[in-house]
């Protein structure tokens, strides 16, 4: 991997690439992003999060949604980079759906999820990607995510 395509992300630049916030914003880092190919991302999973007061208080897991939406907005910062587009733009990358998720292994507070997401295809603004949640390597959820690009002021039409 050469320097020009490996790209590092911290909290603040993946802000500029994705509109989500706390509590809301589930990517921490970025440690590899290839443009038009990859991205490698990581969550890191606290007990002070939110929903652990009813997901389950006395078992805390961290909702298997939640890994789905940490995948779908890895795969938005890798769409985002790609077409060199911000939210700022005026520009948004919707979740349009999922296929073949599976989750394999729960995930708790201490755990890190290494996410990580390859483009599949992309046809007329819809992404596919390829996606994978781990735990120390081993398969937390994997499944494919689909993203569409759209123009931020159409969802409000």
């Not at 995948?71 to 980079?81: E, T």
């Not at 979740?95 to 995930?107: A, E, L, Y």
Request: with cysteine.
């Amino acid at each position: 991997m050469t320097e020009e395509t490996s790209i590092i992300m911290d909290a603040r630049q993946i802000r500029q690439y994705l509109p989500h916030r706390y509590p809301f914003l589930l990517v921490d880092r970025v440690t590899e992003l290839n443009l038009g190919e990859s991205i490698v991302a990581y969550k890191n999973i606290s007990i002070n999060e939110p929903f652990f007061n009813g997901h389950f208080p006395d078992i805390p897991v961290f909702p298997g949604v939640l890994i789905v939406e940490a995948m779908a907005q890895a795969s938005g910062i890798l769409g985002f980079k790609t077409m060199d587009k911000t939210p700022e733009d005026g520009s948004i990358y919707y979740f349009v759906g999922s296929d073949k998720v599976r989750f394999k292994k729960p995930v708790v507070p201490g755990d890190q999820l290494k996410l990580t997401a390859s483009i599949v295809s992309e046809k007329r603004g819809i992404w596919k990607f390829d996606c994978r949640a781990t735990v120390d390597d081993e398969l937390a959820c994997a499944g494919a995510i689909l993203c569409a690009d759209r123009k931020a002021e159409s969802v409000l039409k």
